[in-house]
Protein backbone atom coordinates (compact mmCIF):
# COMPACT_ATOMS: atom_id res chain seq x y z
CA UNK A 1 0.00 0.00 0.00
CA UNK A 2 2.99 2.31 0.37
CA UNK A 3 6.21 3.46 -2.04
CA UNK A 4 7.95 5.32 0.92
CA UNK A 5 8.02 6.09 4.68
CA UNK A 6 6.02 9.39 4.08
CA UNK A 7 4.31 8.64 0.61
CA UNK A 8 0.66 6.92 0.50
CA UNK A 9 0.31 5.11 -3.21
CA UNK A 10 -3.06 3.41 -4.65
CA UNK A 11 -2.61 -0.36 -4.16
CA UNK A 12 -4.97 -0.88 -7.30
CA UNK A 13 -6.86 0.57 -10.05
CA UNK A 14 -9.85 2.66 -9.12
CA UNK A 15 -11.88 5.66 -8.56
CA UNK A 16 -11.33 7.90 -5.29
CA UNK A 17 -15.10 7.45 -3.15
CA UNK A 18 -13.88 9.62 0.03
CA UNK A 19 -10.87 11.90 1.43
CA UNK A 20 -10.96 11.28 4.93
CA UNK A 21 -8.26 13.57 5.89
CA UNK A 22 -6.91 17.21 4.99
CA UNK A 23 -3.67 18.54 4.62
CA UNK A 24 -1.71 19.51 7.95
CA UNK A 25 -4.09 16.66 10.12
CA UNK A 26 -2.53 14.93 12.39
CA UNK A 27 -3.25 10.28 11.84
CA UNK A 28 -2.60 7.64 13.72
CA UNK A 29 -1.00 4.63 12.36
CA UNK A 30 -4.00 2.58 10.62
CA UNK A 31 -6.39 5.34 10.18
CA UNK A 32 -8.45 5.38 7.04
CA UNK A 33 -6.97 8.39 4.56
CA UNK A 34 -8.48 7.80 0.95
CA UNK A 35 -11.52 5.25 0.33
CA UNK A 36 -10.96 3.79 -3.53
CA UNK A 37 -13.69 1.85 -5.39
CA UNK A 38 -13.04 -0.86 -7.88
CA UNK A 39 -15.06 -3.66 -9.33
CA UNK A 40 -17.84 -2.11 -7.45
CA UNK A 41 -15.82 -3.12 -4.04
CA UNK A 42 -14.75 0.33 -1.25
CA UNK A 43 -10.92 -0.24 -0.27
CA UNK A 44 -9.30 1.57 2.47
CA UNK A 45 -5.80 3.07 2.07
CA UNK A 46 -5.10 3.76 5.72
CA UNK A 47 -2.06 5.65 7.23
CA UNK A 48 1.49 3.60 7.21
CA UNK A 49 2.39 5.69 10.56
CA UNK A 50 1.54 7.89 12.64
CA UNK A 51 2.09 11.42 11.82
CA UNK A 52 0.82 14.52 9.89
CA UNK A 53 -0.54 14.83 6.72
CA UNK A 54 1.17 16.59 3.40
CA UNK A 55 0.33 17.25 0.15
CA UNK A 56 -2.68 15.73 -1.09
CA UNK A 57 -2.32 14.50 -4.92
CA UNK A 58 -5.82 13.18 -5.67
CA UNK A 59 -9.55 14.65 -5.99
CA UNK A 60 -12.45 12.74 -5.02
CA UNK A 61 -14.61 11.10 -8.14
CA UNK A 62 -10.93 10.78 -9.79
CA UNK A 63 -9.52 7.74 -11.15
CA UNK A 64 -6.36 6.64 -10.36
CA UNK A 65 -4.04 3.82 -11.56
CA UNK A 66 -2.04 1.38 -9.33
CA UNK A 67 0.87 2.36 -7.11
CA UNK A 68 -0.28 6.01 -8.30
CA UNK A 69 0.82 8.80 -5.10
CA UNK A 70 -2.19 9.67 -3.39
CA UNK A 71 -1.12 11.83 -0.26
CA UNK A 72 2.10 12.14 1.72
CA UNK A 73 2.76 11.45 5.59
CA UNK A 74 5.27 13.26 7.66
CA UNK A 75 5.94 10.37 10.34
CA UNK A 76 6.41 11.81 13.75
CA UNK A 77 4.33 11.55 16.86
CA UNK A 78 0.84 12.73 17.17
CA UNK A 79 -1.40 14.28 19.92
CA UNK A 80 -3.62 11.70 22.08
CA UNK A 81 -6.79 13.28 19.75
CA UNK A 82 -5.33 12.09 16.98
CA UNK A 83 -5.06 8.49 18.12
CA UNK A 84 -8.79 7.73 16.77
CA UNK A 85 -9.61 4.05 15.98
CA UNK A 86 -10.48 2.63 13.05
CA UNK A 87 -13.79 3.35 11.74
CA UNK A 88 -16.88 0.62 12.71
CA UNK A 89 -14.57 -0.83 15.75
CA UNK A 90 -14.52 -0.29 19.13
CA UNK A 91 -16.24 -1.59 22.32
CA UNK A 92 -19.99 -1.49 21.31
CA UNK A 93 -21.57 -3.93 18.61
CA UNK A 94 -21.71 -3.25 15.00
CA UNK A 95 -25.37 -2.55 13.92
CA UNK A 96 -25.60 -5.41 11.96
CA UNK A 97 -24.45 -7.93 14.14
CA UNK A 98 -26.74 -6.39 17.10
CA UNK A 99 -29.85 -7.20 14.41
CA UNK A 100 -28.68 -10.80 14.54
CA UNK A 101 -28.27 -10.95 17.87
CA UNK A 102 -31.45 -9.65 18.34
CA UNK A 103 -33.48 -11.59 16.48
CA UNK A 104 -31.69 -14.92 17.63
CA UNK A 105 -32.65 -14.09 21.27
CA UNK A 106 -35.82 -13.27 20.33
CA UNK A 107 -37.07 -16.98 19.90
CA UNK A 108 -34.99 -18.43 23.19
CA UNK A 109 -36.95 -19.32 26.24
CA UNK A 110 -35.84 -16.28 27.91
CA UNK A 111 -37.80 -14.39 25.90
CA UNK A 112 -40.87 -16.00 25.33
CA UNK A 113 -41.88 -15.85 29.06
CA UNK A 114 -46.03 -16.36 28.23
CA UNK A 115 -45.30 -19.11 26.03
CA UNK A 116 -42.68 -21.17 28.36
CA UNK A 117 -45.71 -20.40 31.45
CA UNK A 118 -48.39 -22.12 29.68
CA UNK A 119 -46.37 -25.18 28.88
CA UNK A 120 -45.13 -25.04 32.39
CA UNK A 121 -48.44 -24.52 33.75
CA UNK A 122 -49.26 -27.68 31.69
CA UNK A 123 -46.39 -29.77 33.27
CA UNK A 124 -44.68 -29.84 30.50
CA UNK A 125 -41.31 -28.76 28.76
CA UNK A 126 -40.42 -26.62 25.92
CA UNK A 127 -38.88 -28.10 22.56
CA UNK A 128 -35.30 -26.19 23.58
CA UNK A 129 -35.52 -27.26 27.27
CA UNK A 130 -35.73 -31.28 25.67
CA UNK A 131 -32.97 -30.48 22.91
CA UNK A 132 -30.88 -29.10 26.04
CA UNK A 133 -31.77 -31.79 28.33
CA UNK A 134 -31.04 -34.20 25.26
CA UNK A 135 -27.33 -33.04 24.07
CA UNK A 136 -24.09 -32.89 25.62
CA UNK A 137 -23.67 -29.74 26.97
CA UNK A 138 -22.23 -26.99 24.49
CA UNK A 139 -22.61 -28.97 21.68
CA UNK A 140 -26.06 -28.00 19.97
CA UNK A 141 -25.40 -26.06 16.69
CA UNK A 142 -28.67 -24.61 15.53
CA UNK A 143 -29.56 -24.65 11.81
CA UNK A 144 -32.62 -22.67 10.35
CA UNK A 145 -32.39 -20.62 13.76
CA UNK A 146 -33.82 -17.43 11.95
CA UNK A 147 -36.55 -18.82 10.03
CA UNK A 148 -40.02 -17.66 10.61
CA UNK A 149 -43.60 -19.29 8.82
CA UNK A 150 -44.55 -18.60 5.70
CA UNK A 151 -47.57 -15.78 6.45
CA UNK A 152 -45.67 -12.69 5.55
CA UNK A 153 -48.90 -11.69 3.46
CA UNK A 154 -50.72 -11.99 6.67
CA UNK A 155 -48.67 -10.78 9.40
CA UNK A 156 -46.33 -8.42 9.89
CA UNK A 157 -42.48 -9.06 10.20
CA UNK A 158 -42.21 -8.13 13.66
CA UNK A 159 -45.34 -10.40 14.92
CA UNK A 160 -43.34 -13.19 12.42
CA UNK A 161 -40.40 -13.10 14.64
CA UNK A 162 -42.42 -12.80 17.69
CA UNK A 163 -44.64 -15.63 17.91
CA UNK A 164 -43.05 -18.33 14.77
CA UNK A 165 -39.89 -18.17 16.18
CA UNK A 166 -37.53 -20.68 14.12
CA UNK A 167 -40.98 -21.66 11.91
CA UNK A 168 -41.85 -23.95 14.98
CA UNK A 169 -39.02 -26.84 14.84
CA UNK A 170 -35.36 -26.28 16.52
CA UNK A 171 -33.34 -28.38 14.69
CA UNK A 172 -29.46 -28.74 14.53
CA UNK A 173 -26.52 -31.09 15.29
CA UNK A 174 -25.08 -32.30 18.71
CA UNK A 175 -23.39 -34.85 20.03
CA UNK A 176 -25.28 -37.19 22.57
CA UNK A 177 -23.35 -39.24 24.91
CA UNK A 178 -20.17 -38.24 22.73
CA UNK A 179 -21.53 -38.86 19.46
CA UNK A 180 -22.61 -36.09 16.56
CA UNK A 181 -26.71 -36.58 16.26
CA UNK A 182 -29.02 -34.82 14.29
CA UNK A 183 -32.12 -33.65 16.53
CA UNK A 184 -35.00 -32.03 15.44
CA UNK A 185 -37.89 -30.84 17.79
CA UNK A 186 -41.01 -29.59 16.55
CA UNK A 187 -41.89 -26.64 18.77
CA UNK A 188 -45.79 -26.88 20.37
CA UNK A 189 -45.71 -23.24 21.06
CA UNK A 190 -45.61 -22.16 17.84
CA UNK A 191 -48.50 -22.71 15.52
CA UNK A 192 -49.49 -25.99 17.61
CA UNK A 193 -46.55 -27.50 16.36
CA UNK A 194 -47.31 -28.05 12.80
CA UNK A 195 -45.58 -28.66 9.28
CA UNK A 196 -45.02 -25.27 8.32
CA UNK A 197 -43.24 -24.61 4.30
CA UNK A 198 -39.40 -23.20 5.74
CA UNK A 199 -39.41 -26.00 9.08
CA UNK A 200 -40.24 -28.95 6.21
CA UNK A 201 -37.34 -27.04 4.24
CA UNK A 202 -35.32 -27.59 7.49
CA UNK A 203 -36.19 -31.04 8.27
CA UNK A 204 -35.40 -31.70 4.63
CA UNK A 205 -31.56 -30.12 5.30
CA UNK A 206 -30.98 -31.86 8.43
CA UNK A 207 -32.56 -35.34 7.10
CA UNK A 208 -30.14 -34.99 3.90
CA UNK A 209 -27.13 -34.52 6.54
CA UNK A 210 -27.87 -37.55 8.32
CA UNK A 211 -27.93 -39.54 5.67
CA UNK A 212 -24.69 -37.64 4.00
CA UNK A 213 -22.92 -38.16 7.45
CA UNK A 214 -24.67 -41.38 8.98
CA UNK A 215 -25.80 -39.33 11.77
CA UNK A 216 -28.63 -41.12 14.44
CA UNK A 217 -31.63 -38.72 14.28
CA UNK A 218 -33.80 -37.72 17.47
CA UNK A 219 -37.43 -36.66 16.50
CA UNK A 220 -39.36 -35.05 19.15
CA UNK A 221 -42.57 -34.95 17.36
CA UNK A 222 -45.40 -33.38 19.01
CA UNK A 223 -47.73 -31.57 17.01
CA UNK A 224 -50.74 -31.45 14.85
CA UNK A 225 -49.74 -32.19 11.24
CA UNK A 226 -49.62 -29.80 7.74
CA UNK A 227 -50.04 -26.44 8.15
CA UNK A 228 -52.88 -24.47 5.99
CA UNK A 229 -52.40 -20.96 6.81
CA UNK A 230 -48.58 -20.88 5.21
CA UNK A 231 -49.77 -18.40 2.16
CA UNK A 232 -46.67 -16.93 0.83
CA UNK A 233 -45.69 -19.98 -1.43
CA UNK A 234 -48.20 -20.88 -4.17
CA UNK A 235 -49.29 -24.75 -4.14
CA UNK A 236 -51.47 -26.72 -4.68
CA UNK A 237 -51.27 -29.92 -2.42
CA UNK A 238 -47.29 -30.47 -1.52
CA UNK A 239 -47.48 -33.62 -2.26
CA UNK A 240 -43.91 -33.11 -3.84
CA UNK A 241 -42.50 -32.15 -0.16
CA UNK A 242 -39.43 -34.89 0.30
CA UNK A 243 -39.09 -34.74 4.18
CA UNK A 244 -41.38 -38.05 4.69
CA UNK A 245 -38.94 -39.73 1.62
CA UNK A 246 -36.38 -38.74 2.86
CA UNK A 247 -36.88 -39.42 6.91
CA UNK A 248 -37.55 -43.35 5.24
CA UNK A 249 -34.55 -43.38 3.65
CA UNK A 250 -32.52 -43.65 6.64
CA UNK A 251 -34.28 -46.08 8.32
CA UNK A 252 -31.81 -49.02 8.67
CA UNK A 253 -29.23 -46.62 7.66
CA UNK A 254 -29.11 -44.54 11.08
CA UNK A 255 -30.49 -44.73 14.35
CA UNK A 256 -34.19 -43.38 14.37
CA UNK A 257 -35.38 -42.13 17.93
CA UNK A 258 -39.04 -41.21 17.99
CA UNK A 259 -40.42 -39.29 21.16
CA UNK A 260 -44.01 -38.36 21.51
CA UNK A 261 -45.75 -36.00 24.09
CA UNK A 262 -48.90 -34.52 24.15
CA UNK A 263 -50.58 -34.25 20.47
CA UNK A 264 -49.14 -35.91 17.76
CA UNK A 265 -51.06 -35.75 14.57
CA UNK A 266 -51.06 -36.29 10.67
CA UNK A 267 -47.49 -35.66 9.42
CA UNK A 268 -46.00 -35.90 12.63
CA UNK A 269 -47.43 -39.08 13.41
CA UNK A 270 -46.35 -40.45 9.95
CA UNK A 271 -42.33 -39.00 10.90
CA UNK A 272 -43.09 -40.53 14.31
CA UNK A 273 -44.21 -44.25 12.52
CA UNK A 274 -40.92 -43.99 10.74
CA UNK A 275 -38.77 -44.21 13.86
CA UNK A 276 -37.22 -47.28 15.08
CA UNK A 277 -38.21 -46.99 18.03
CA UNK A 278 -41.12 -44.57 19.65
CA UNK A 279 -41.21 -43.59 23.34
CA UNK A 280 -44.46 -41.58 24.00
CA UNK A 281 -45.34 -40.13 27.96
CA UNK A 282 -48.44 -40.64 29.78
CA UNK A 283 -50.40 -38.10 28.24
CA UNK A 284 -49.72 -37.93 24.62
CA UNK A 285 -52.21 -38.94 22.11
CA UNK A 286 -50.81 -40.42 18.82
CA UNK A 287 -52.58 -40.28 15.29
CA UNK A 288 -52.63 -40.42 11.77
CA UNK A 289 -55.36 -37.67 12.05
CA UNK A 290 -56.32 -35.41 14.74
CA UNK A 291 -60.21 -34.21 15.49
CA UNK A 292 -60.05 -31.44 12.60
CA UNK A 293 -59.27 -34.15 10.08
CA UNK A 294 -61.92 -37.13 11.56
CA UNK A 295 -64.71 -34.48 11.60
CA UNK A 296 -63.65 -33.04 8.21
CA UNK A 297 -63.75 -37.00 6.81
CA UNK A 298 -67.28 -36.93 8.30
CA UNK A 299 -66.30 -39.22 11.23
CA UNK A 300 -67.79 -37.69 13.69
CA UNK A 301 -66.36 -35.25 16.59
CA UNK A 302 -63.64 -36.80 19.03
CA UNK A 303 -61.62 -34.89 21.49
CA UNK A 304 -57.89 -34.88 20.98
CA UNK A 305 -57.38 -36.94 24.07
CA UNK A 306 -59.94 -39.78 22.40
CA UNK A 307 -57.71 -40.32 19.18
CA UNK A 308 -54.59 -42.31 20.22
CA UNK A 309 -53.98 -42.93 24.09
CA UNK A 310 -51.36 -44.81 25.48
CA UNK A 311 -54.14 -46.97 26.50
CA UNK A 312 -54.25 -47.83 22.85
CA UNK A 313 -51.13 -47.18 21.35
CA UNK A 314 -49.07 -49.25 23.98
CA UNK A 315 -51.05 -52.74 23.54
CA UNK A 316 -51.85 -52.70 19.94
CA UNK A 317 -47.06 -52.27 19.45
CA UNK A 318 -47.13 -48.85 18.15
CA UNK A 319 -45.40 -47.40 21.03
CA UNK A 320 -41.72 -49.19 22.40
CA UNK A 321 -41.48 -47.34 25.49
CA UNK A 322 -43.86 -45.80 27.90
CA UNK A 323 -42.58 -43.13 30.24
CA UNK A 324 -43.68 -40.70 32.60
CA UNK A 325 -42.95 -37.18 31.01
CA UNK A 326 -40.30 -35.33 29.41
CA UNK A 327 -37.65 -35.90 31.43
CA UNK A 328 -37.60 -39.74 31.82
CA UNK A 329 -38.31 -39.57 28.18
CA UNK A 330 -34.76 -38.06 27.14
CA UNK A 331 -33.25 -39.89 29.51
CA UNK A 332 -34.55 -43.27 27.92
CA UNK A 333 -33.76 -41.85 24.41
CA UNK A 334 -30.02 -41.37 25.54
CA UNK A 335 -30.32 -44.80 27.14
CA UNK A 336 -31.60 -46.27 23.36
CA UNK A 337 -28.83 -44.40 21.42
CA UNK A 338 -26.17 -45.68 23.89
CA UNK A 339 -26.40 -48.71 22.76
CA UNK A 340 -25.08 -48.16 18.89
CA UNK A 341 -22.27 -45.95 20.45
CA UNK A 342 -20.25 -49.44 21.03
CA UNK A 343 -19.04 -51.08 24.49
CA UNK A 344 -18.99 -49.73 27.84
CA UNK A 345 -15.68 -49.29 29.79
CA UNK A 346 -17.04 -50.50 33.13
CA UNK A 347 -19.74 -53.19 34.03
CA UNK A 348 -21.14 -55.01 36.51
CA UNK A 349 -22.97 -58.43 37.31
CA UNK A 350 -24.86 -59.77 40.20
CA UNK A 351 -24.16 -63.19 41.55
CA UNK A 352 -24.46 -65.38 38.73
CA UNK A 353 -25.51 -68.59 41.13
CA UNK A 354 -28.54 -67.36 40.85
CA UNK A 355 -29.12 -68.60 37.85
CA UNK A 356 -29.14 -72.08 38.85
CA UNK A 357 -32.49 -71.76 40.54
CA UNK A 358 -34.56 -69.14 37.82
CA UNK A 359 -36.22 -72.12 35.89
CA UNK A 360 -38.20 -74.10 38.63
CA UNK A 361 -37.59 -77.49 39.17
CA UNK A 362 -40.94 -78.66 38.08
CA UNK A 363 -41.33 -78.84 34.59
CA UNK A 364 -44.84 -77.53 34.00
CA UNK A 365 -44.05 -74.24 36.52
CA UNK A 366 -44.38 -70.79 35.27
CA UNK A 367 -41.59 -68.43 36.22
CA UNK A 368 -40.57 -65.00 35.13
CA UNK A 369 -37.95 -65.10 32.50
CA UNK A 370 -37.17 -61.11 33.24
CA UNK A 371 -35.87 -62.71 36.02
CA UNK A 372 -33.21 -64.53 34.05
CA UNK A 373 -32.89 -61.42 31.49
CA UNK A 374 -31.83 -58.98 34.43
CA UNK A 375 -29.69 -61.74 35.90
CA UNK A 376 -27.71 -62.47 32.24
CA UNK A 377 -27.23 -58.96 31.58
CA UNK A 378 -24.93 -56.50 32.88
CA UNK A 379 -26.44 -55.00 36.15
CA UNK A 380 -28.60 -52.00 35.16
CA UNK A 381 -28.46 -53.05 31.13
CA UNK A 382 -31.60 -53.85 30.13
CA UNK A 383 -33.91 -51.80 27.98
CA UNK A 384 -37.20 -53.76 26.99
CA UNK A 385 -38.68 -52.76 23.85
CA UNK A 386 -42.80 -52.98 23.38
CA UNK A 387 -43.31 -54.68 26.47
CA UNK A 388 -47.07 -54.14 26.56
CA UNK A 389 -47.09 -56.01 23.30
CA UNK A 390 -46.82 -59.63 22.08
CA UNK A 391 -46.45 -60.54 25.62
CA UNK A 392 -45.35 -63.99 24.57
CA UNK A 393 -41.59 -62.78 23.85
CA UNK A 394 -39.83 -60.18 25.42
CA UNK A 395 -37.38 -58.34 23.38
CA UNK A 396 -34.51 -56.11 24.95
CA UNK A 397 -31.20 -54.59 24.41
CA UNK A 398 -28.83 -55.49 26.35
CA UNK A 399 -24.90 -55.62 27.14
CA UNK A 400 -23.11 -58.76 28.21
CA UNK A 401 -19.15 -57.65 29.24
CA UNK A 402 -20.03 -54.09 28.24
CA UNK A 403 -20.75 -55.11 24.71
CA UNK A 404 -24.55 -54.18 23.14
CA UNK A 405 -26.68 -56.87 22.29
CA UNK A 406 -30.48 -57.77 20.80
CA UNK A 407 -32.25 -59.94 23.40
CA UNK A 408 -35.61 -62.16 22.68
CA UNK A 409 -37.12 -64.23 25.16
CA UNK A 410 -39.95 -66.73 25.03
CA UNK A 411 -42.40 -65.40 28.18
CA UNK A 412 -43.91 -68.90 29.42
CA UNK A 413 -46.21 -67.00 31.83
CA UNK A 414 -48.09 -65.93 28.30
CA UNK A 415 -49.78 -69.28 26.90
CA UNK A 416 -47.19 -70.96 28.24
CA UNK A 417 -44.25 -69.30 26.03
CA UNK A 418 -46.69 -70.53 22.31
CA UNK A 419 -45.11 -67.75 20.07
CA UNK A 420 -48.49 -66.16 18.96
CA UNK A 421 -49.19 -63.82 15.91
CA UNK A 422 -48.41 -60.72 17.47
CA UNK A 423 -45.08 -61.97 19.66
CA UNK A 424 -43.90 -63.28 16.20
CA UNK A 425 -44.52 -59.99 14.36
CA UNK A 426 -42.45 -58.05 17.80
CA UNK A 427 -39.64 -60.50 17.41
CA UNK A 428 -39.47 -60.58 13.54
CA UNK A 429 -39.12 -56.57 13.88
CA UNK A 430 -36.49 -56.41 16.65
CA UNK A 431 -34.34 -58.74 14.68
CA UNK A 432 -34.27 -56.87 11.43
CA UNK A 433 -33.32 -53.68 14.29
CA UNK A 434 -30.73 -55.55 15.21
CA UNK A 435 -29.23 -56.81 11.89
CA UNK A 436 -29.49 -53.02 10.45
CA UNK A 437 -27.29 -51.79 13.25
CA UNK A 438 -24.83 -54.42 13.83
CA UNK A 439 -26.23 -56.22 17.14
CA UNK A 440 -25.80 -59.67 17.82
CA UNK A 441 -28.64 -61.62 18.92
CA UNK A 442 -29.28 -63.52 22.04
CA UNK A 443 -32.14 -65.91 21.97
CA UNK A 444 -33.21 -67.42 25.02
CA UNK A 445 -35.75 -70.68 24.23
CA UNK A 446 -38.52 -71.99 26.27
CA UNK A 447 -41.44 -72.27 23.83
CA UNK A 448 -43.90 -75.03 22.78
CA UNK A 449 -44.14 -73.98 19.79
CA UNK A 450 -46.22 -71.77 17.53
CA UNK A 451 -49.67 -70.95 18.79
CA UNK A 452 -52.11 -73.15 16.81
CA UNK A 453 -56.11 -73.56 16.57
CA UNK A 454 -58.86 -72.00 14.50
CA UNK A 455 -58.79 -69.07 16.28
CA UNK A 456 -55.36 -68.70 15.92
CA UNK A 457 -55.56 -69.12 12.37
CA UNK A 458 -58.25 -66.07 11.75
CA UNK A 459 -55.03 -64.01 12.90
CA UNK A 460 -53.34 -65.05 9.80
CA UNK A 461 -50.84 -66.76 11.60
CA UNK A 462 -49.12 -68.51 8.76
CA UNK A 463 -47.86 -65.29 7.30
CA UNK A 464 -46.75 -63.76 10.34
CA UNK A 465 -45.21 -66.96 11.82
CA UNK A 466 -43.26 -67.13 8.41
CA UNK A 467 -41.50 -63.83 8.78
CA UNK A 468 -39.51 -65.36 11.98
CA UNK A 469 -38.04 -68.11 9.06
CA UNK A 470 -37.62 -65.16 6.28
CA UNK A 471 -35.98 -62.77 8.49
CA UNK A 472 -33.84 -65.25 11.01
CA UNK A 473 -32.63 -67.17 7.44
CA UNK A 474 -31.24 -63.51 6.00
CA UNK A 475 -29.77 -62.04 9.20
CA UNK A 476 -25.85 -60.97 9.28
CA UNK A 477 -25.55 -60.40 12.63
CA UNK A 478 -24.67 -63.15 14.89
CA UNK A 479 -27.20 -65.99 17.15
CA UNK A 480 -26.69 -67.03 20.49
CA UNK A 481 -29.64 -69.72 21.50
CA UNK A 482 -29.42 -70.82 25.31
CA UNK A 483 -32.43 -72.95 25.95
CA UNK A 484 -33.73 -72.89 29.32
CA UNK A 485 -36.82 -75.52 29.08
CA UNK A 486 -39.06 -75.80 26.03
CA UNK A 487 -37.84 -76.35 22.42
CA UNK A 488 -40.74 -77.86 20.97
CA UNK A 489 -41.14 -77.85 17.25
CA UNK A 490 -41.08 -74.73 14.93
CA UNK A 491 -41.47 -72.51 17.57
CA UNK A 492 -37.84 -73.51 18.80
CA UNK A 493 -36.62 -73.63 14.96
CA UNK A 494 -37.67 -70.41 14.31
CA UNK A 495 -35.60 -68.77 18.21
CA UNK A 496 -32.68 -70.46 16.98
CA UNK A 497 -32.86 -68.24 13.42
CA UNK A 498 -34.32 -71.25 11.54
CA UNK A 499 -32.45 -74.27 13.04
CA UNK A 500 -30.27 -75.27 16.17
CA UNK A 501 -27.23 -75.12 13.97
CA UNK A 502 -27.70 -71.64 12.74
CA UNK A 503 -26.27 -69.97 15.81
CA UNK A 504 -22.65 -69.16 16.45
CA UNK A 505 -23.61 -71.19 19.27
CA UNK A 506 -27.05 -73.37 20.78
CA UNK A 507 -26.65 -74.48 24.52
CA UNK A 508 -28.89 -75.69 26.59
CA UNK A 509 -29.63 -75.61 30.40
CA UNK A 510 -30.15 -79.39 32.55
CA UNK A 511 -33.72 -78.20 32.64
CA UNK A 512 -33.94 -78.03 28.89
CA UNK A 513 -36.14 -80.59 26.89
CA UNK A 514 -36.55 -81.04 23.19
CA UNK A 515 -39.32 -82.60 21.03
CA UNK A 516 -40.64 -82.28 17.28
CA UNK A 517 -44.05 -81.02 19.46
CA UNK A 518 -44.80 -81.25 23.10
CA UNK A 519 -44.04 -84.48 24.89
CA UNK A 520 -47.58 -84.92 26.02
CA UNK A 521 -49.47 -84.59 22.59
CA UNK A 522 -46.62 -86.60 21.30
CA UNK A 523 -47.63 -89.34 23.04
CA UNK A 524 -51.33 -89.01 22.98
CA UNK A 525 -50.89 -88.78 19.16
CA UNK A 526 -48.26 -91.13 18.45
CA UNK A 527 -49.99 -93.77 20.41
CA UNK A 528 -53.55 -93.36 20.27
CA UNK A 529 -54.56 -96.92 19.33
CA UNK A 530 -52.54 -98.16 21.84
CA UNK A 531 -53.88 -96.04 24.76
CA UNK A 532 -57.32 -96.69 23.20
CA UNK A 533 -56.91 -100.11 23.31
CA UNK A 534 -56.77 -100.13 27.65
CA UNK A 535 -60.23 -100.22 28.66
CA UNK A 536 -59.76 -99.57 32.51
CA UNK A 537 -59.09 -95.47 32.66
CA UNK A 538 -56.56 -95.70 35.71
CA UNK A 539 -54.20 -98.04 33.87
CA UNK A 540 -54.68 -96.19 30.63
CA UNK A 541 -53.13 -93.08 32.36
CA UNK A 542 -50.89 -94.58 34.03
CA UNK A 543 -49.78 -96.03 30.73
CA UNK A 544 -49.78 -92.26 29.35
CA UNK A 545 -47.25 -90.97 32.47
CA UNK A 546 -44.74 -93.47 31.91
CA UNK A 547 -44.97 -92.68 28.00
CA UNK A 548 -44.19 -89.18 28.61
CA UNK A 549 -41.41 -90.18 31.01
CA UNK A 550 -40.01 -91.79 28.40
CA UNK A 551 -40.24 -89.64 25.80
CA UNK A 552 -39.08 -87.06 28.59
CA UNK A 553 -36.02 -88.78 29.25
CA UNK A 554 -35.23 -89.31 25.30
CA UNK A 555 -35.48 -85.65 24.87
CA UNK A 556 -33.99 -84.10 27.61
CA UNK A 557 -30.77 -82.15 27.58
CA UNK A 558 -28.03 -84.49 28.34
CA UNK A 559 -29.86 -86.62 25.37
CA UNK A 560 -29.98 -83.83 22.71
CA UNK A 561 -26.51 -82.96 23.39
CA UNK A 562 -25.26 -87.10 23.17
CA UNK A 563 -26.56 -86.78 20.08
CA UNK A 564 -25.22 -83.25 19.04
CA UNK A 565 -28.20 -81.58 18.48
CA UNK A 566 -27.10 -78.73 20.88
CA UNK A 567 -23.33 -77.36 21.51
CA UNK A 568 -23.11 -77.95 25.06
CA UNK A 569 -25.17 -78.47 27.95
CA UNK A 570 -24.21 -75.68 30.48
CA UNK A 571 -24.00 -74.48 33.75
CA UNK A 572 -26.49 -71.87 34.49
CA UNK A 573 -23.97 -69.72 35.71
CA UNK A 574 -21.94 -70.21 32.64
CA UNK A 575 -24.02 -68.52 30.61
CA UNK A 576 -22.52 -65.13 30.21
CA UNK A 577 -19.38 -66.81 29.48
CA UNK A 578 -20.53 -68.23 26.21
CA UNK A 579 -22.38 -65.70 25.25
CA UNK A 580 -19.10 -63.63 25.01
CA UNK A 581 -17.21 -66.67 23.61
CA UNK A 582 -19.43 -67.41 20.92
CA UNK A 583 -20.40 -64.10 19.70
CA UNK A 584 -17.01 -61.94 17.90
CA UNK A 585 -16.38 -58.71 19.78
CA UNK A 586 -17.00 -56.48 16.41
CA UNK A 587 -20.25 -56.99 14.20
CA UNK A 588 -20.50 -55.31 10.72
CA UNK A 589 -23.87 -53.07 10.79
CA UNK A 590 -25.89 -55.33 7.99
CA UNK A 591 -26.82 -54.47 4.70
CA UNK A 592 -30.62 -54.79 5.49
CA UNK A 593 -32.15 -51.83 3.26
CA UNK A 594 -34.64 -50.67 6.01
CA UNK A 595 -36.36 -51.88 8.92
CA UNK A 596 -40.18 -52.88 9.03
CA UNK A 597 -41.83 -50.04 10.95
CA UNK A 598 -44.31 -52.75 12.46
Known amino acids: MIGTMDTVIAPMRGTVVLISVGQGDQVAEGQQLVVLESMKMEHVVAAPAAGRVGEIAVTVGETVRRDQVLLTVEPGVVTEAAQQPEQGTGDGIRRDLAEVLA ?33 DPGTFVEYGALAVAAQRQRRSMAELVAKTPADG ?52 AEGGGGRPGDTDVQSVALLDAPAFSLFARLSGRVPLVGVAAGRCFAGNAALLGCCDVIIATAGATIGMGGPAMIEGGGLGVVAPEDVGPMSVQVPNGVVDIPVADEAEAVRVAKQYLSYFG ?38 GSVLELRAGFGQGIHTALVRVEGRPMGLIANNPGHLGGAIDRDAADKAARFMQLCD ?146 ALPKRVARGTRPNVDTW
Open 169 to 220: MVAGVAEINGRESVVVAYDATVLAGTQGYYNHAKKDRMFELAARRELPVVLF
Open 342 to 379: GAADEWSIVDQDRLRAAVPANRVRAYDVREVIDLIADA
Open 103 to 135: RRAAGLDANRPEAVERRHRDGRRTARENVDDLC
Open 436 to 581: SHGLPIVSLCDTPGFMVGPESEKTATVRHFSRLFVIGANLTVPVCAVVLRKAYGLGAMAMFGGGSKIPCATVAWPTAEFGAMGLEGAVKLGFRRELEAIADPVRRNETLEQMVALAYERGKALNAASMFEVDDVIDPAATRGWIAA
